[in-house]
């Protein structure tokens, strides 16, 4: 018989675990496998091991322990807590665990601490808030996750959930049902969206329409692609405890979550998935994250996003990765990449060739240029409709077009920012940049701006000093590779328009 670790499951243990979901009723057990023996010998003890460990099961339910990684939390944990402690499954316990803080998290926090109880549909559920405050901490939210861990051994998921995320009053009990029901899965999140009813100002409207439709964008090619998720966010996602123990195991690690990652949920996602687990979104569970209300803290943000991505896709780049650039959570990736490409080369190619051929009157109007704009705006609308919270601001922004295309050159400032930070081998500290961006510091979101109107004006002078056979060669070469793009991108967006839902709601 074989030994496991203090504190770890073997792998040959088999435990049947059911929710405690009001919804779940009385689920009708299958009976206990018959041993298969085999011929050989040194198979037998191993197939008798498992299967005395199946037929020895019983039935329990599942136990789930919240872990809140929280770092200046004090506008938003109140709430988080509130839509917590008002689940229809209460978590079996919630850790809040702070860490450089220097504001009023820690009291706002100890308000809720204590037993809570609650009785759902005459299920009474009995939870426990304990806070931690772990001072000065070098890992931030890693470090904080990983405290978590430790606390949380011994109960069967673990629920991360961000310190400015609430949740559905439902999200837990789903996301437990799902896990339940297929013990195959090793991570599920939520569905991610953006509370707007609290949002004020044009700015900040226009910025949260912008972020719920990439959300939306992202969840439904998630659903549609048979539910693999590619990112098991930390916003909101239920863990399975034995997945994080193989990962440690497989990894040699000493915590599932590591600290030399910008993105260390993607990276957990992808070795979950290496350890034979299924990572997942929920169809239907939600959550609603911290929305960024103005572009300084969207640019921490994103660049943040997506420099973790480059880092984690690109061959070579940290000496635990094996340089699996097609990995299935990672294909995604490559998509938005691609297609980021193009938004960039379409957009700045029509900007740049509009410009020059007016300059020498030789641009004659087409009404086929309108017909791409048209696509990405029934596509937007589309979505916008797909939405489970949908309102009129969604509407609009989609329907209007110049919304949504005003976003989408914010995100390729982001896109450029983080591959040129990439490629330039930048030591910045982007969990930095984004803590201070969201304090109100620092510049770099105007840097992209700065960058288009020098690439413009770079080229409007060089232009000037060709003569009219060069411009009238460059043009006619350029409308042309234009088209071709255009064609192309307009063909992967139609594609995306005619698609079926399948009955998702993002």
């Known amino acids: ?41 040194a198979v037998e003890s191993v197939a ?5 460990s199946a037929s020895s099961a019983t039935p329990r339910h599942a136990t789930i322990s919240c872990i809140i990684p929280c770092y200046n939390e004090q506008d938003t944990i109140g709430d988080v807590l509130k839509s917590l402690l008002a689940q229809t499954r209460l978590p079996d316990i919630i850790h809040v665990i702070i860490n450089n803080t220097d504001d009023d998290t820690p009291e706002i926090a100890r308000s809720f601490q204590g037993v809570h109880t609650r009785t759902v549909k005459g299920e009474d559920f009995v939870t ?29 998921f673990i629920l991360g959930v961000d310190g400015d995320t609430t949740l559905a009053r439902d999200t837990v009990e789903r996301l437990e049902l799902e896990m339940t029901d297929d013990p195959r899965i090793g991570g599920l999140s939520a569905i991610y969206s953006i509370d707007k009813n609290r949002i004020k100002g044009a700015m900040a409207r226009f910025l949260i329409s912008g972020q719920r439709a990439q959300f939306a964008a992202f969840n439904m090619d ?32 000493q915590a599932p979550w590591v600290r ?44 943040k996003w997506n420099f973790g991505a480059i ?19 990672l294909r995604l990736r490559w998509y938005e990449n691609i297609s980021m490409l193009f938004n960039i080369g379409s957009r700045l190619g029509f900007l740049l060739l509009l410009v020059a051929a007016l300059s020498i009157k030789a641009f004659v109007f087409n009404p086929i240029w309108l017909i791409p704009p048209v696509i990405a705006m029934l596509l937007n609308f589309r979505l916008a409709m797909a939405m489970k919270d949908k309102s009129a601001s969604d509407l609009l922004y989609a329907a209007l077009i110049l919304p949504a295309e005003m976003y989408m050159w914010i995100r390729m400032g982001h896109f450029l920012s983080a591959w040129t930070q990439f490629l330039a081998k930048s030591d910045q500290d982007n969990w930095a940049a984004q803590a201070n961006a969201e304090k109100g510091k620092g510049s770099a979101y105007v840097m992209p701006l700065v960058v288009l109107l020098a690439v413009v004006g770079g080229a409007i002078f060089a232009w000037t000093q060709q003569s009219v056979g060069v411009q009238s060669a460059i043009l006619s070469l350029g409308w042309p590779i234009l088209y071709i793009a255009t064609i192309a991108q307009s063909v992967f967006m139609l594609r995306k328009l005619v698609r079926r839902h399948r009955g998702f709601a993002v």
């Open 1 to 41: 018989m074989t030994e496991s670790s203090p504190g770890l499951r073997r792998a040959t243990d088999r435990q049947i675990l059911l929710p405690r979901s009001a919804k779940a009723g009385t689920l009708a057990l299958p009976p206990a496998p018959e041993p298969q023996l085999h011929a050989l010998e």
């Open 48 to 52: 008798g091991e498992i299967a005395a």
């Open 128 to 156: 426990t808030v304990q806070v931690h405050d772990m001072g000065v901490n070098p890992d931030k939210k890693v470090g904080a996750l990983n405290y978590g861990y430790f606390l949380s051994r011994g109960y069967d």
């Open 222 to 253: 998630n659903l549609l692609r048979g539910r693999n998720m590619a990112v098991l966010g930390g916003q909101c996602s239920l863990f399975n405890m034995r997945a994080l123990e193989t990962v440690m195991i497989r990894h040699h690690q």
């Open 260 to 303: 030399d990652s910008e993105v260390e949920d993607s990276k957990l996602s992808l070795q979950i998935k290496d350890a034979g687990y299924s990572t997942k979104i929920s169809a239907s569970a939600r959550a609603y994250v911290g929305p960024m209300t103005n572009l300084r803290a969207l640019h921490g943000q994103q660049v």
């Open 311 to 329: 880092d984690l896709f690109w061959p070579g780049q940290r000496g635990d990765n094996k340089g699996q650039p097609m990995h299935p959570n």
